[in-house]
């Protein structure tokens, strides 16, 4: 077994980096604990190394070896459902929920990295083992990036146009240009969201994209990333500070209201450009014959 | 346990001259001499119920939990 020793300690290690650069400690700040990190070392250690000892396993004609990679499988899946859960339980005393949408957004992503660390130790240990540690070194370099390119996900910014637009009231109606946000009952309420509100409308690119910002949960995502990158007014029992996002019926458009920490405009339209985009919301209805037709 | 009251009209606050134009169904009805009452009112019961009050534009103001 001695001579698979270099394989098998590359991969570990490559994996390990590689779950290293993916556990981003982004905005969203999760996991933004110290526990959060080590538990998702270590499970990144455990798929580091079932990744790097399947070949020499094979080699060693140990076919029952596979069942582990099942085992593995098995037991991301868990991680996943440990993921959901916690933020689940966290999201019922939420003041601006994430929505469960983008809680079920990050579980998967959370599974997902894993699987692309014991594809990496997979990839590492093979080279090292079929050619030297030296291609070995190189296919890891390799496999980081890939695995931060697939872990990149697309932004809202890339699929919008984001226009600012004030808020203003119609009698007790709130109103971003056409579209109704709320009806506010105290006047003096009013008074403060005039004087510290923003609004801006989400104008979408085309009718996929019109598809996915219609998605309840891809807007609660958008509400919940703006108001942690920007601050918000909202209080408990307070709903008049409440951040909304609602749609025009008629365009497809999203107006989104929120009463900042700080009222600065610049940063409210990046936030709303930074907010990724949830795989659960994406509809594709232009790759069908009947959505390119309903388009035009 | 907590008792869900989404959706439900938890009070209302009338001018004295809009008096006839809300009927008697389950909510406390507060009735105001002036607007300004009727705003304070509208604010404390607000605070107190944590519930979002809304202007029907016509003398009646609902308080609502979302």
């Known amino acids: 077994m001695a001579e698979y020793g270099t394989a098998i300690v590359m991969g570990i290690a490559a994996g390990l980096v590689a779950r290293i650069v993916i556990l981003r400690n982004d905005y969203r700040h999760y996991p933004g604990y110290p526990h959060g990190y080590i538990t998702h070392l270590f499970l990144g250690f455990i798929a580091a190394a079932l990744g790097s000892v399947a070949v020499p396993a094979l080699l060693e004609k140990e076919f029952t070896a596979v069942t582990f990679l099942a085992l593995a499988a098995q037991q991301f899946r868990e991680v996943r459902n440990m993921e959901r859960n916690s933020l689940a339980q966290l999201e019922k005393i939420e003041l601006v929920p994430r929505g469960l949408d983008f809680v079920e957004g990050i579980a998967r992503v959370f599974e997902a990295r894993n699987y692309l660390v014991m594809g990496a130790a997979l990839v590492v240990s093979s080279l090292t083992l079929f050619g030297n540690w030296f291609y070995g070194l190189l296919g890891g370099l390799m496999g980081i990036l890939l695995s931060i390119y697939f872990m990149r996900g697309e932004t809202l910014g890339e699929l919008v146009d984001v226009v600012p637009v004030k808020p203003h009231f119609e009698g007790a109606l709130l109103k971003i240009g056409d579209i109704v946000i709320?009806?506010?009952?105290?006047?003096?309420?009013?008074?403060?969201?005039?004087q510290d509100g923003l609004g801006a409308v989400l104008k979408p690119k085309n009718d996929n994209v019109r598809a996915i910002i219609h998605d309840i949960g891809q807007r609660q995502a958008i509400l919940n990333t703006v108001a942690i990158l920007i601050g918000t007014k909202r209080e408990e029992g307070e709903l008049?500070?409440?951040?909304?996002?609602?749609?025009?019926?008629?365009?497809?458009?999203?107006?989104?209201?929120?009463?900042?920490?700080?009222?600065?405009?610049?940063?409210?339209?990046?936030a709303i450009r930074k907010v990724p985009v949830l795989e659960s919301a994406k509809r594709f209805p232009l790759k069908t014959a009947v959505g390119r037709s309903a388009a035009d | 346990m907590d008792i869900e009251q989404k959706g439900k009209i938890l009070a209302i606050v009338v001018l004295a001259g809009a008096r006839n134009k809300v009927k008697p169904g389950g909510a406390p009805i507060f009735i105001a001499e002036n607007e300004e009452e009727q705003e304070k009112i509208a604010l404390n019961l607000s605070r107190t119920l944590k519930a979002m009050a809304h202007d029907l534009e016509n003398g009646v103001y609902i308080l609502m939990k979302h």
Do not use: Q
């Open chain 1, 240 to 270: 008049e500070w409440s951040p909304l996002a609602r749609k025009n019926i008629d365009t497809g458009e999203i107006a989104v209201f929120i009463v900042p920490n700080e009222k600065d405009e610049e940063c409210f339209l990046e």
């Open chain 1, 182 to 194: 709320m009806n506010v009952g105290l006047k003096e309420a009013r008074k403060k969201i005039l």
